[in-house]
C-alpha cells in the first residue's frame, strides 16, 4: 500500500487504513491522523493535562467553583 498523495510506502497500519501518510492526511484533510481516533488519542490527552505537577485537577478546580 503506498500513499495516494505522493506514492511513498505506507507503514503503520493507521496509514495504511487512510490511504495517506500522516504528513499527506494532515495536508489533505487539515487533521492530523492520529485524532482521528478521537476515543483513544483524547483520552490519553486528558490523563496527560491532569497529571502534570503544579497544576489544578480537574475536581480541585470544581471545588473552586463550588466555593
Ligand atoms: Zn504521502
Do not use: H, W
Amino acid at each position: 500500500m503506498i500513499c495516494l498523495n505522493c506514492g511513498r510506502k505506507l507503514r503503520s497500519a493507521v496509514s495504511v487504513e487512510a490511504e495517506y501518510g500522516p504528513v499527506c492526511y494532515e495536508k489533505m484533510f487539515g487533521t492530523s491522523l492520529r485524532s482521528s481516533r478521537k476515543d483513544r488519542v483524547s483520552e490519553v490527552d486528558d490523563t496527560a493535562c491532569y497529571d502534570i505537577p503544579g497544576q489544578m485537577t480537574i475536581e480541585e478546580y470544581l471545588q473552586t467553583i463550588s466555593e
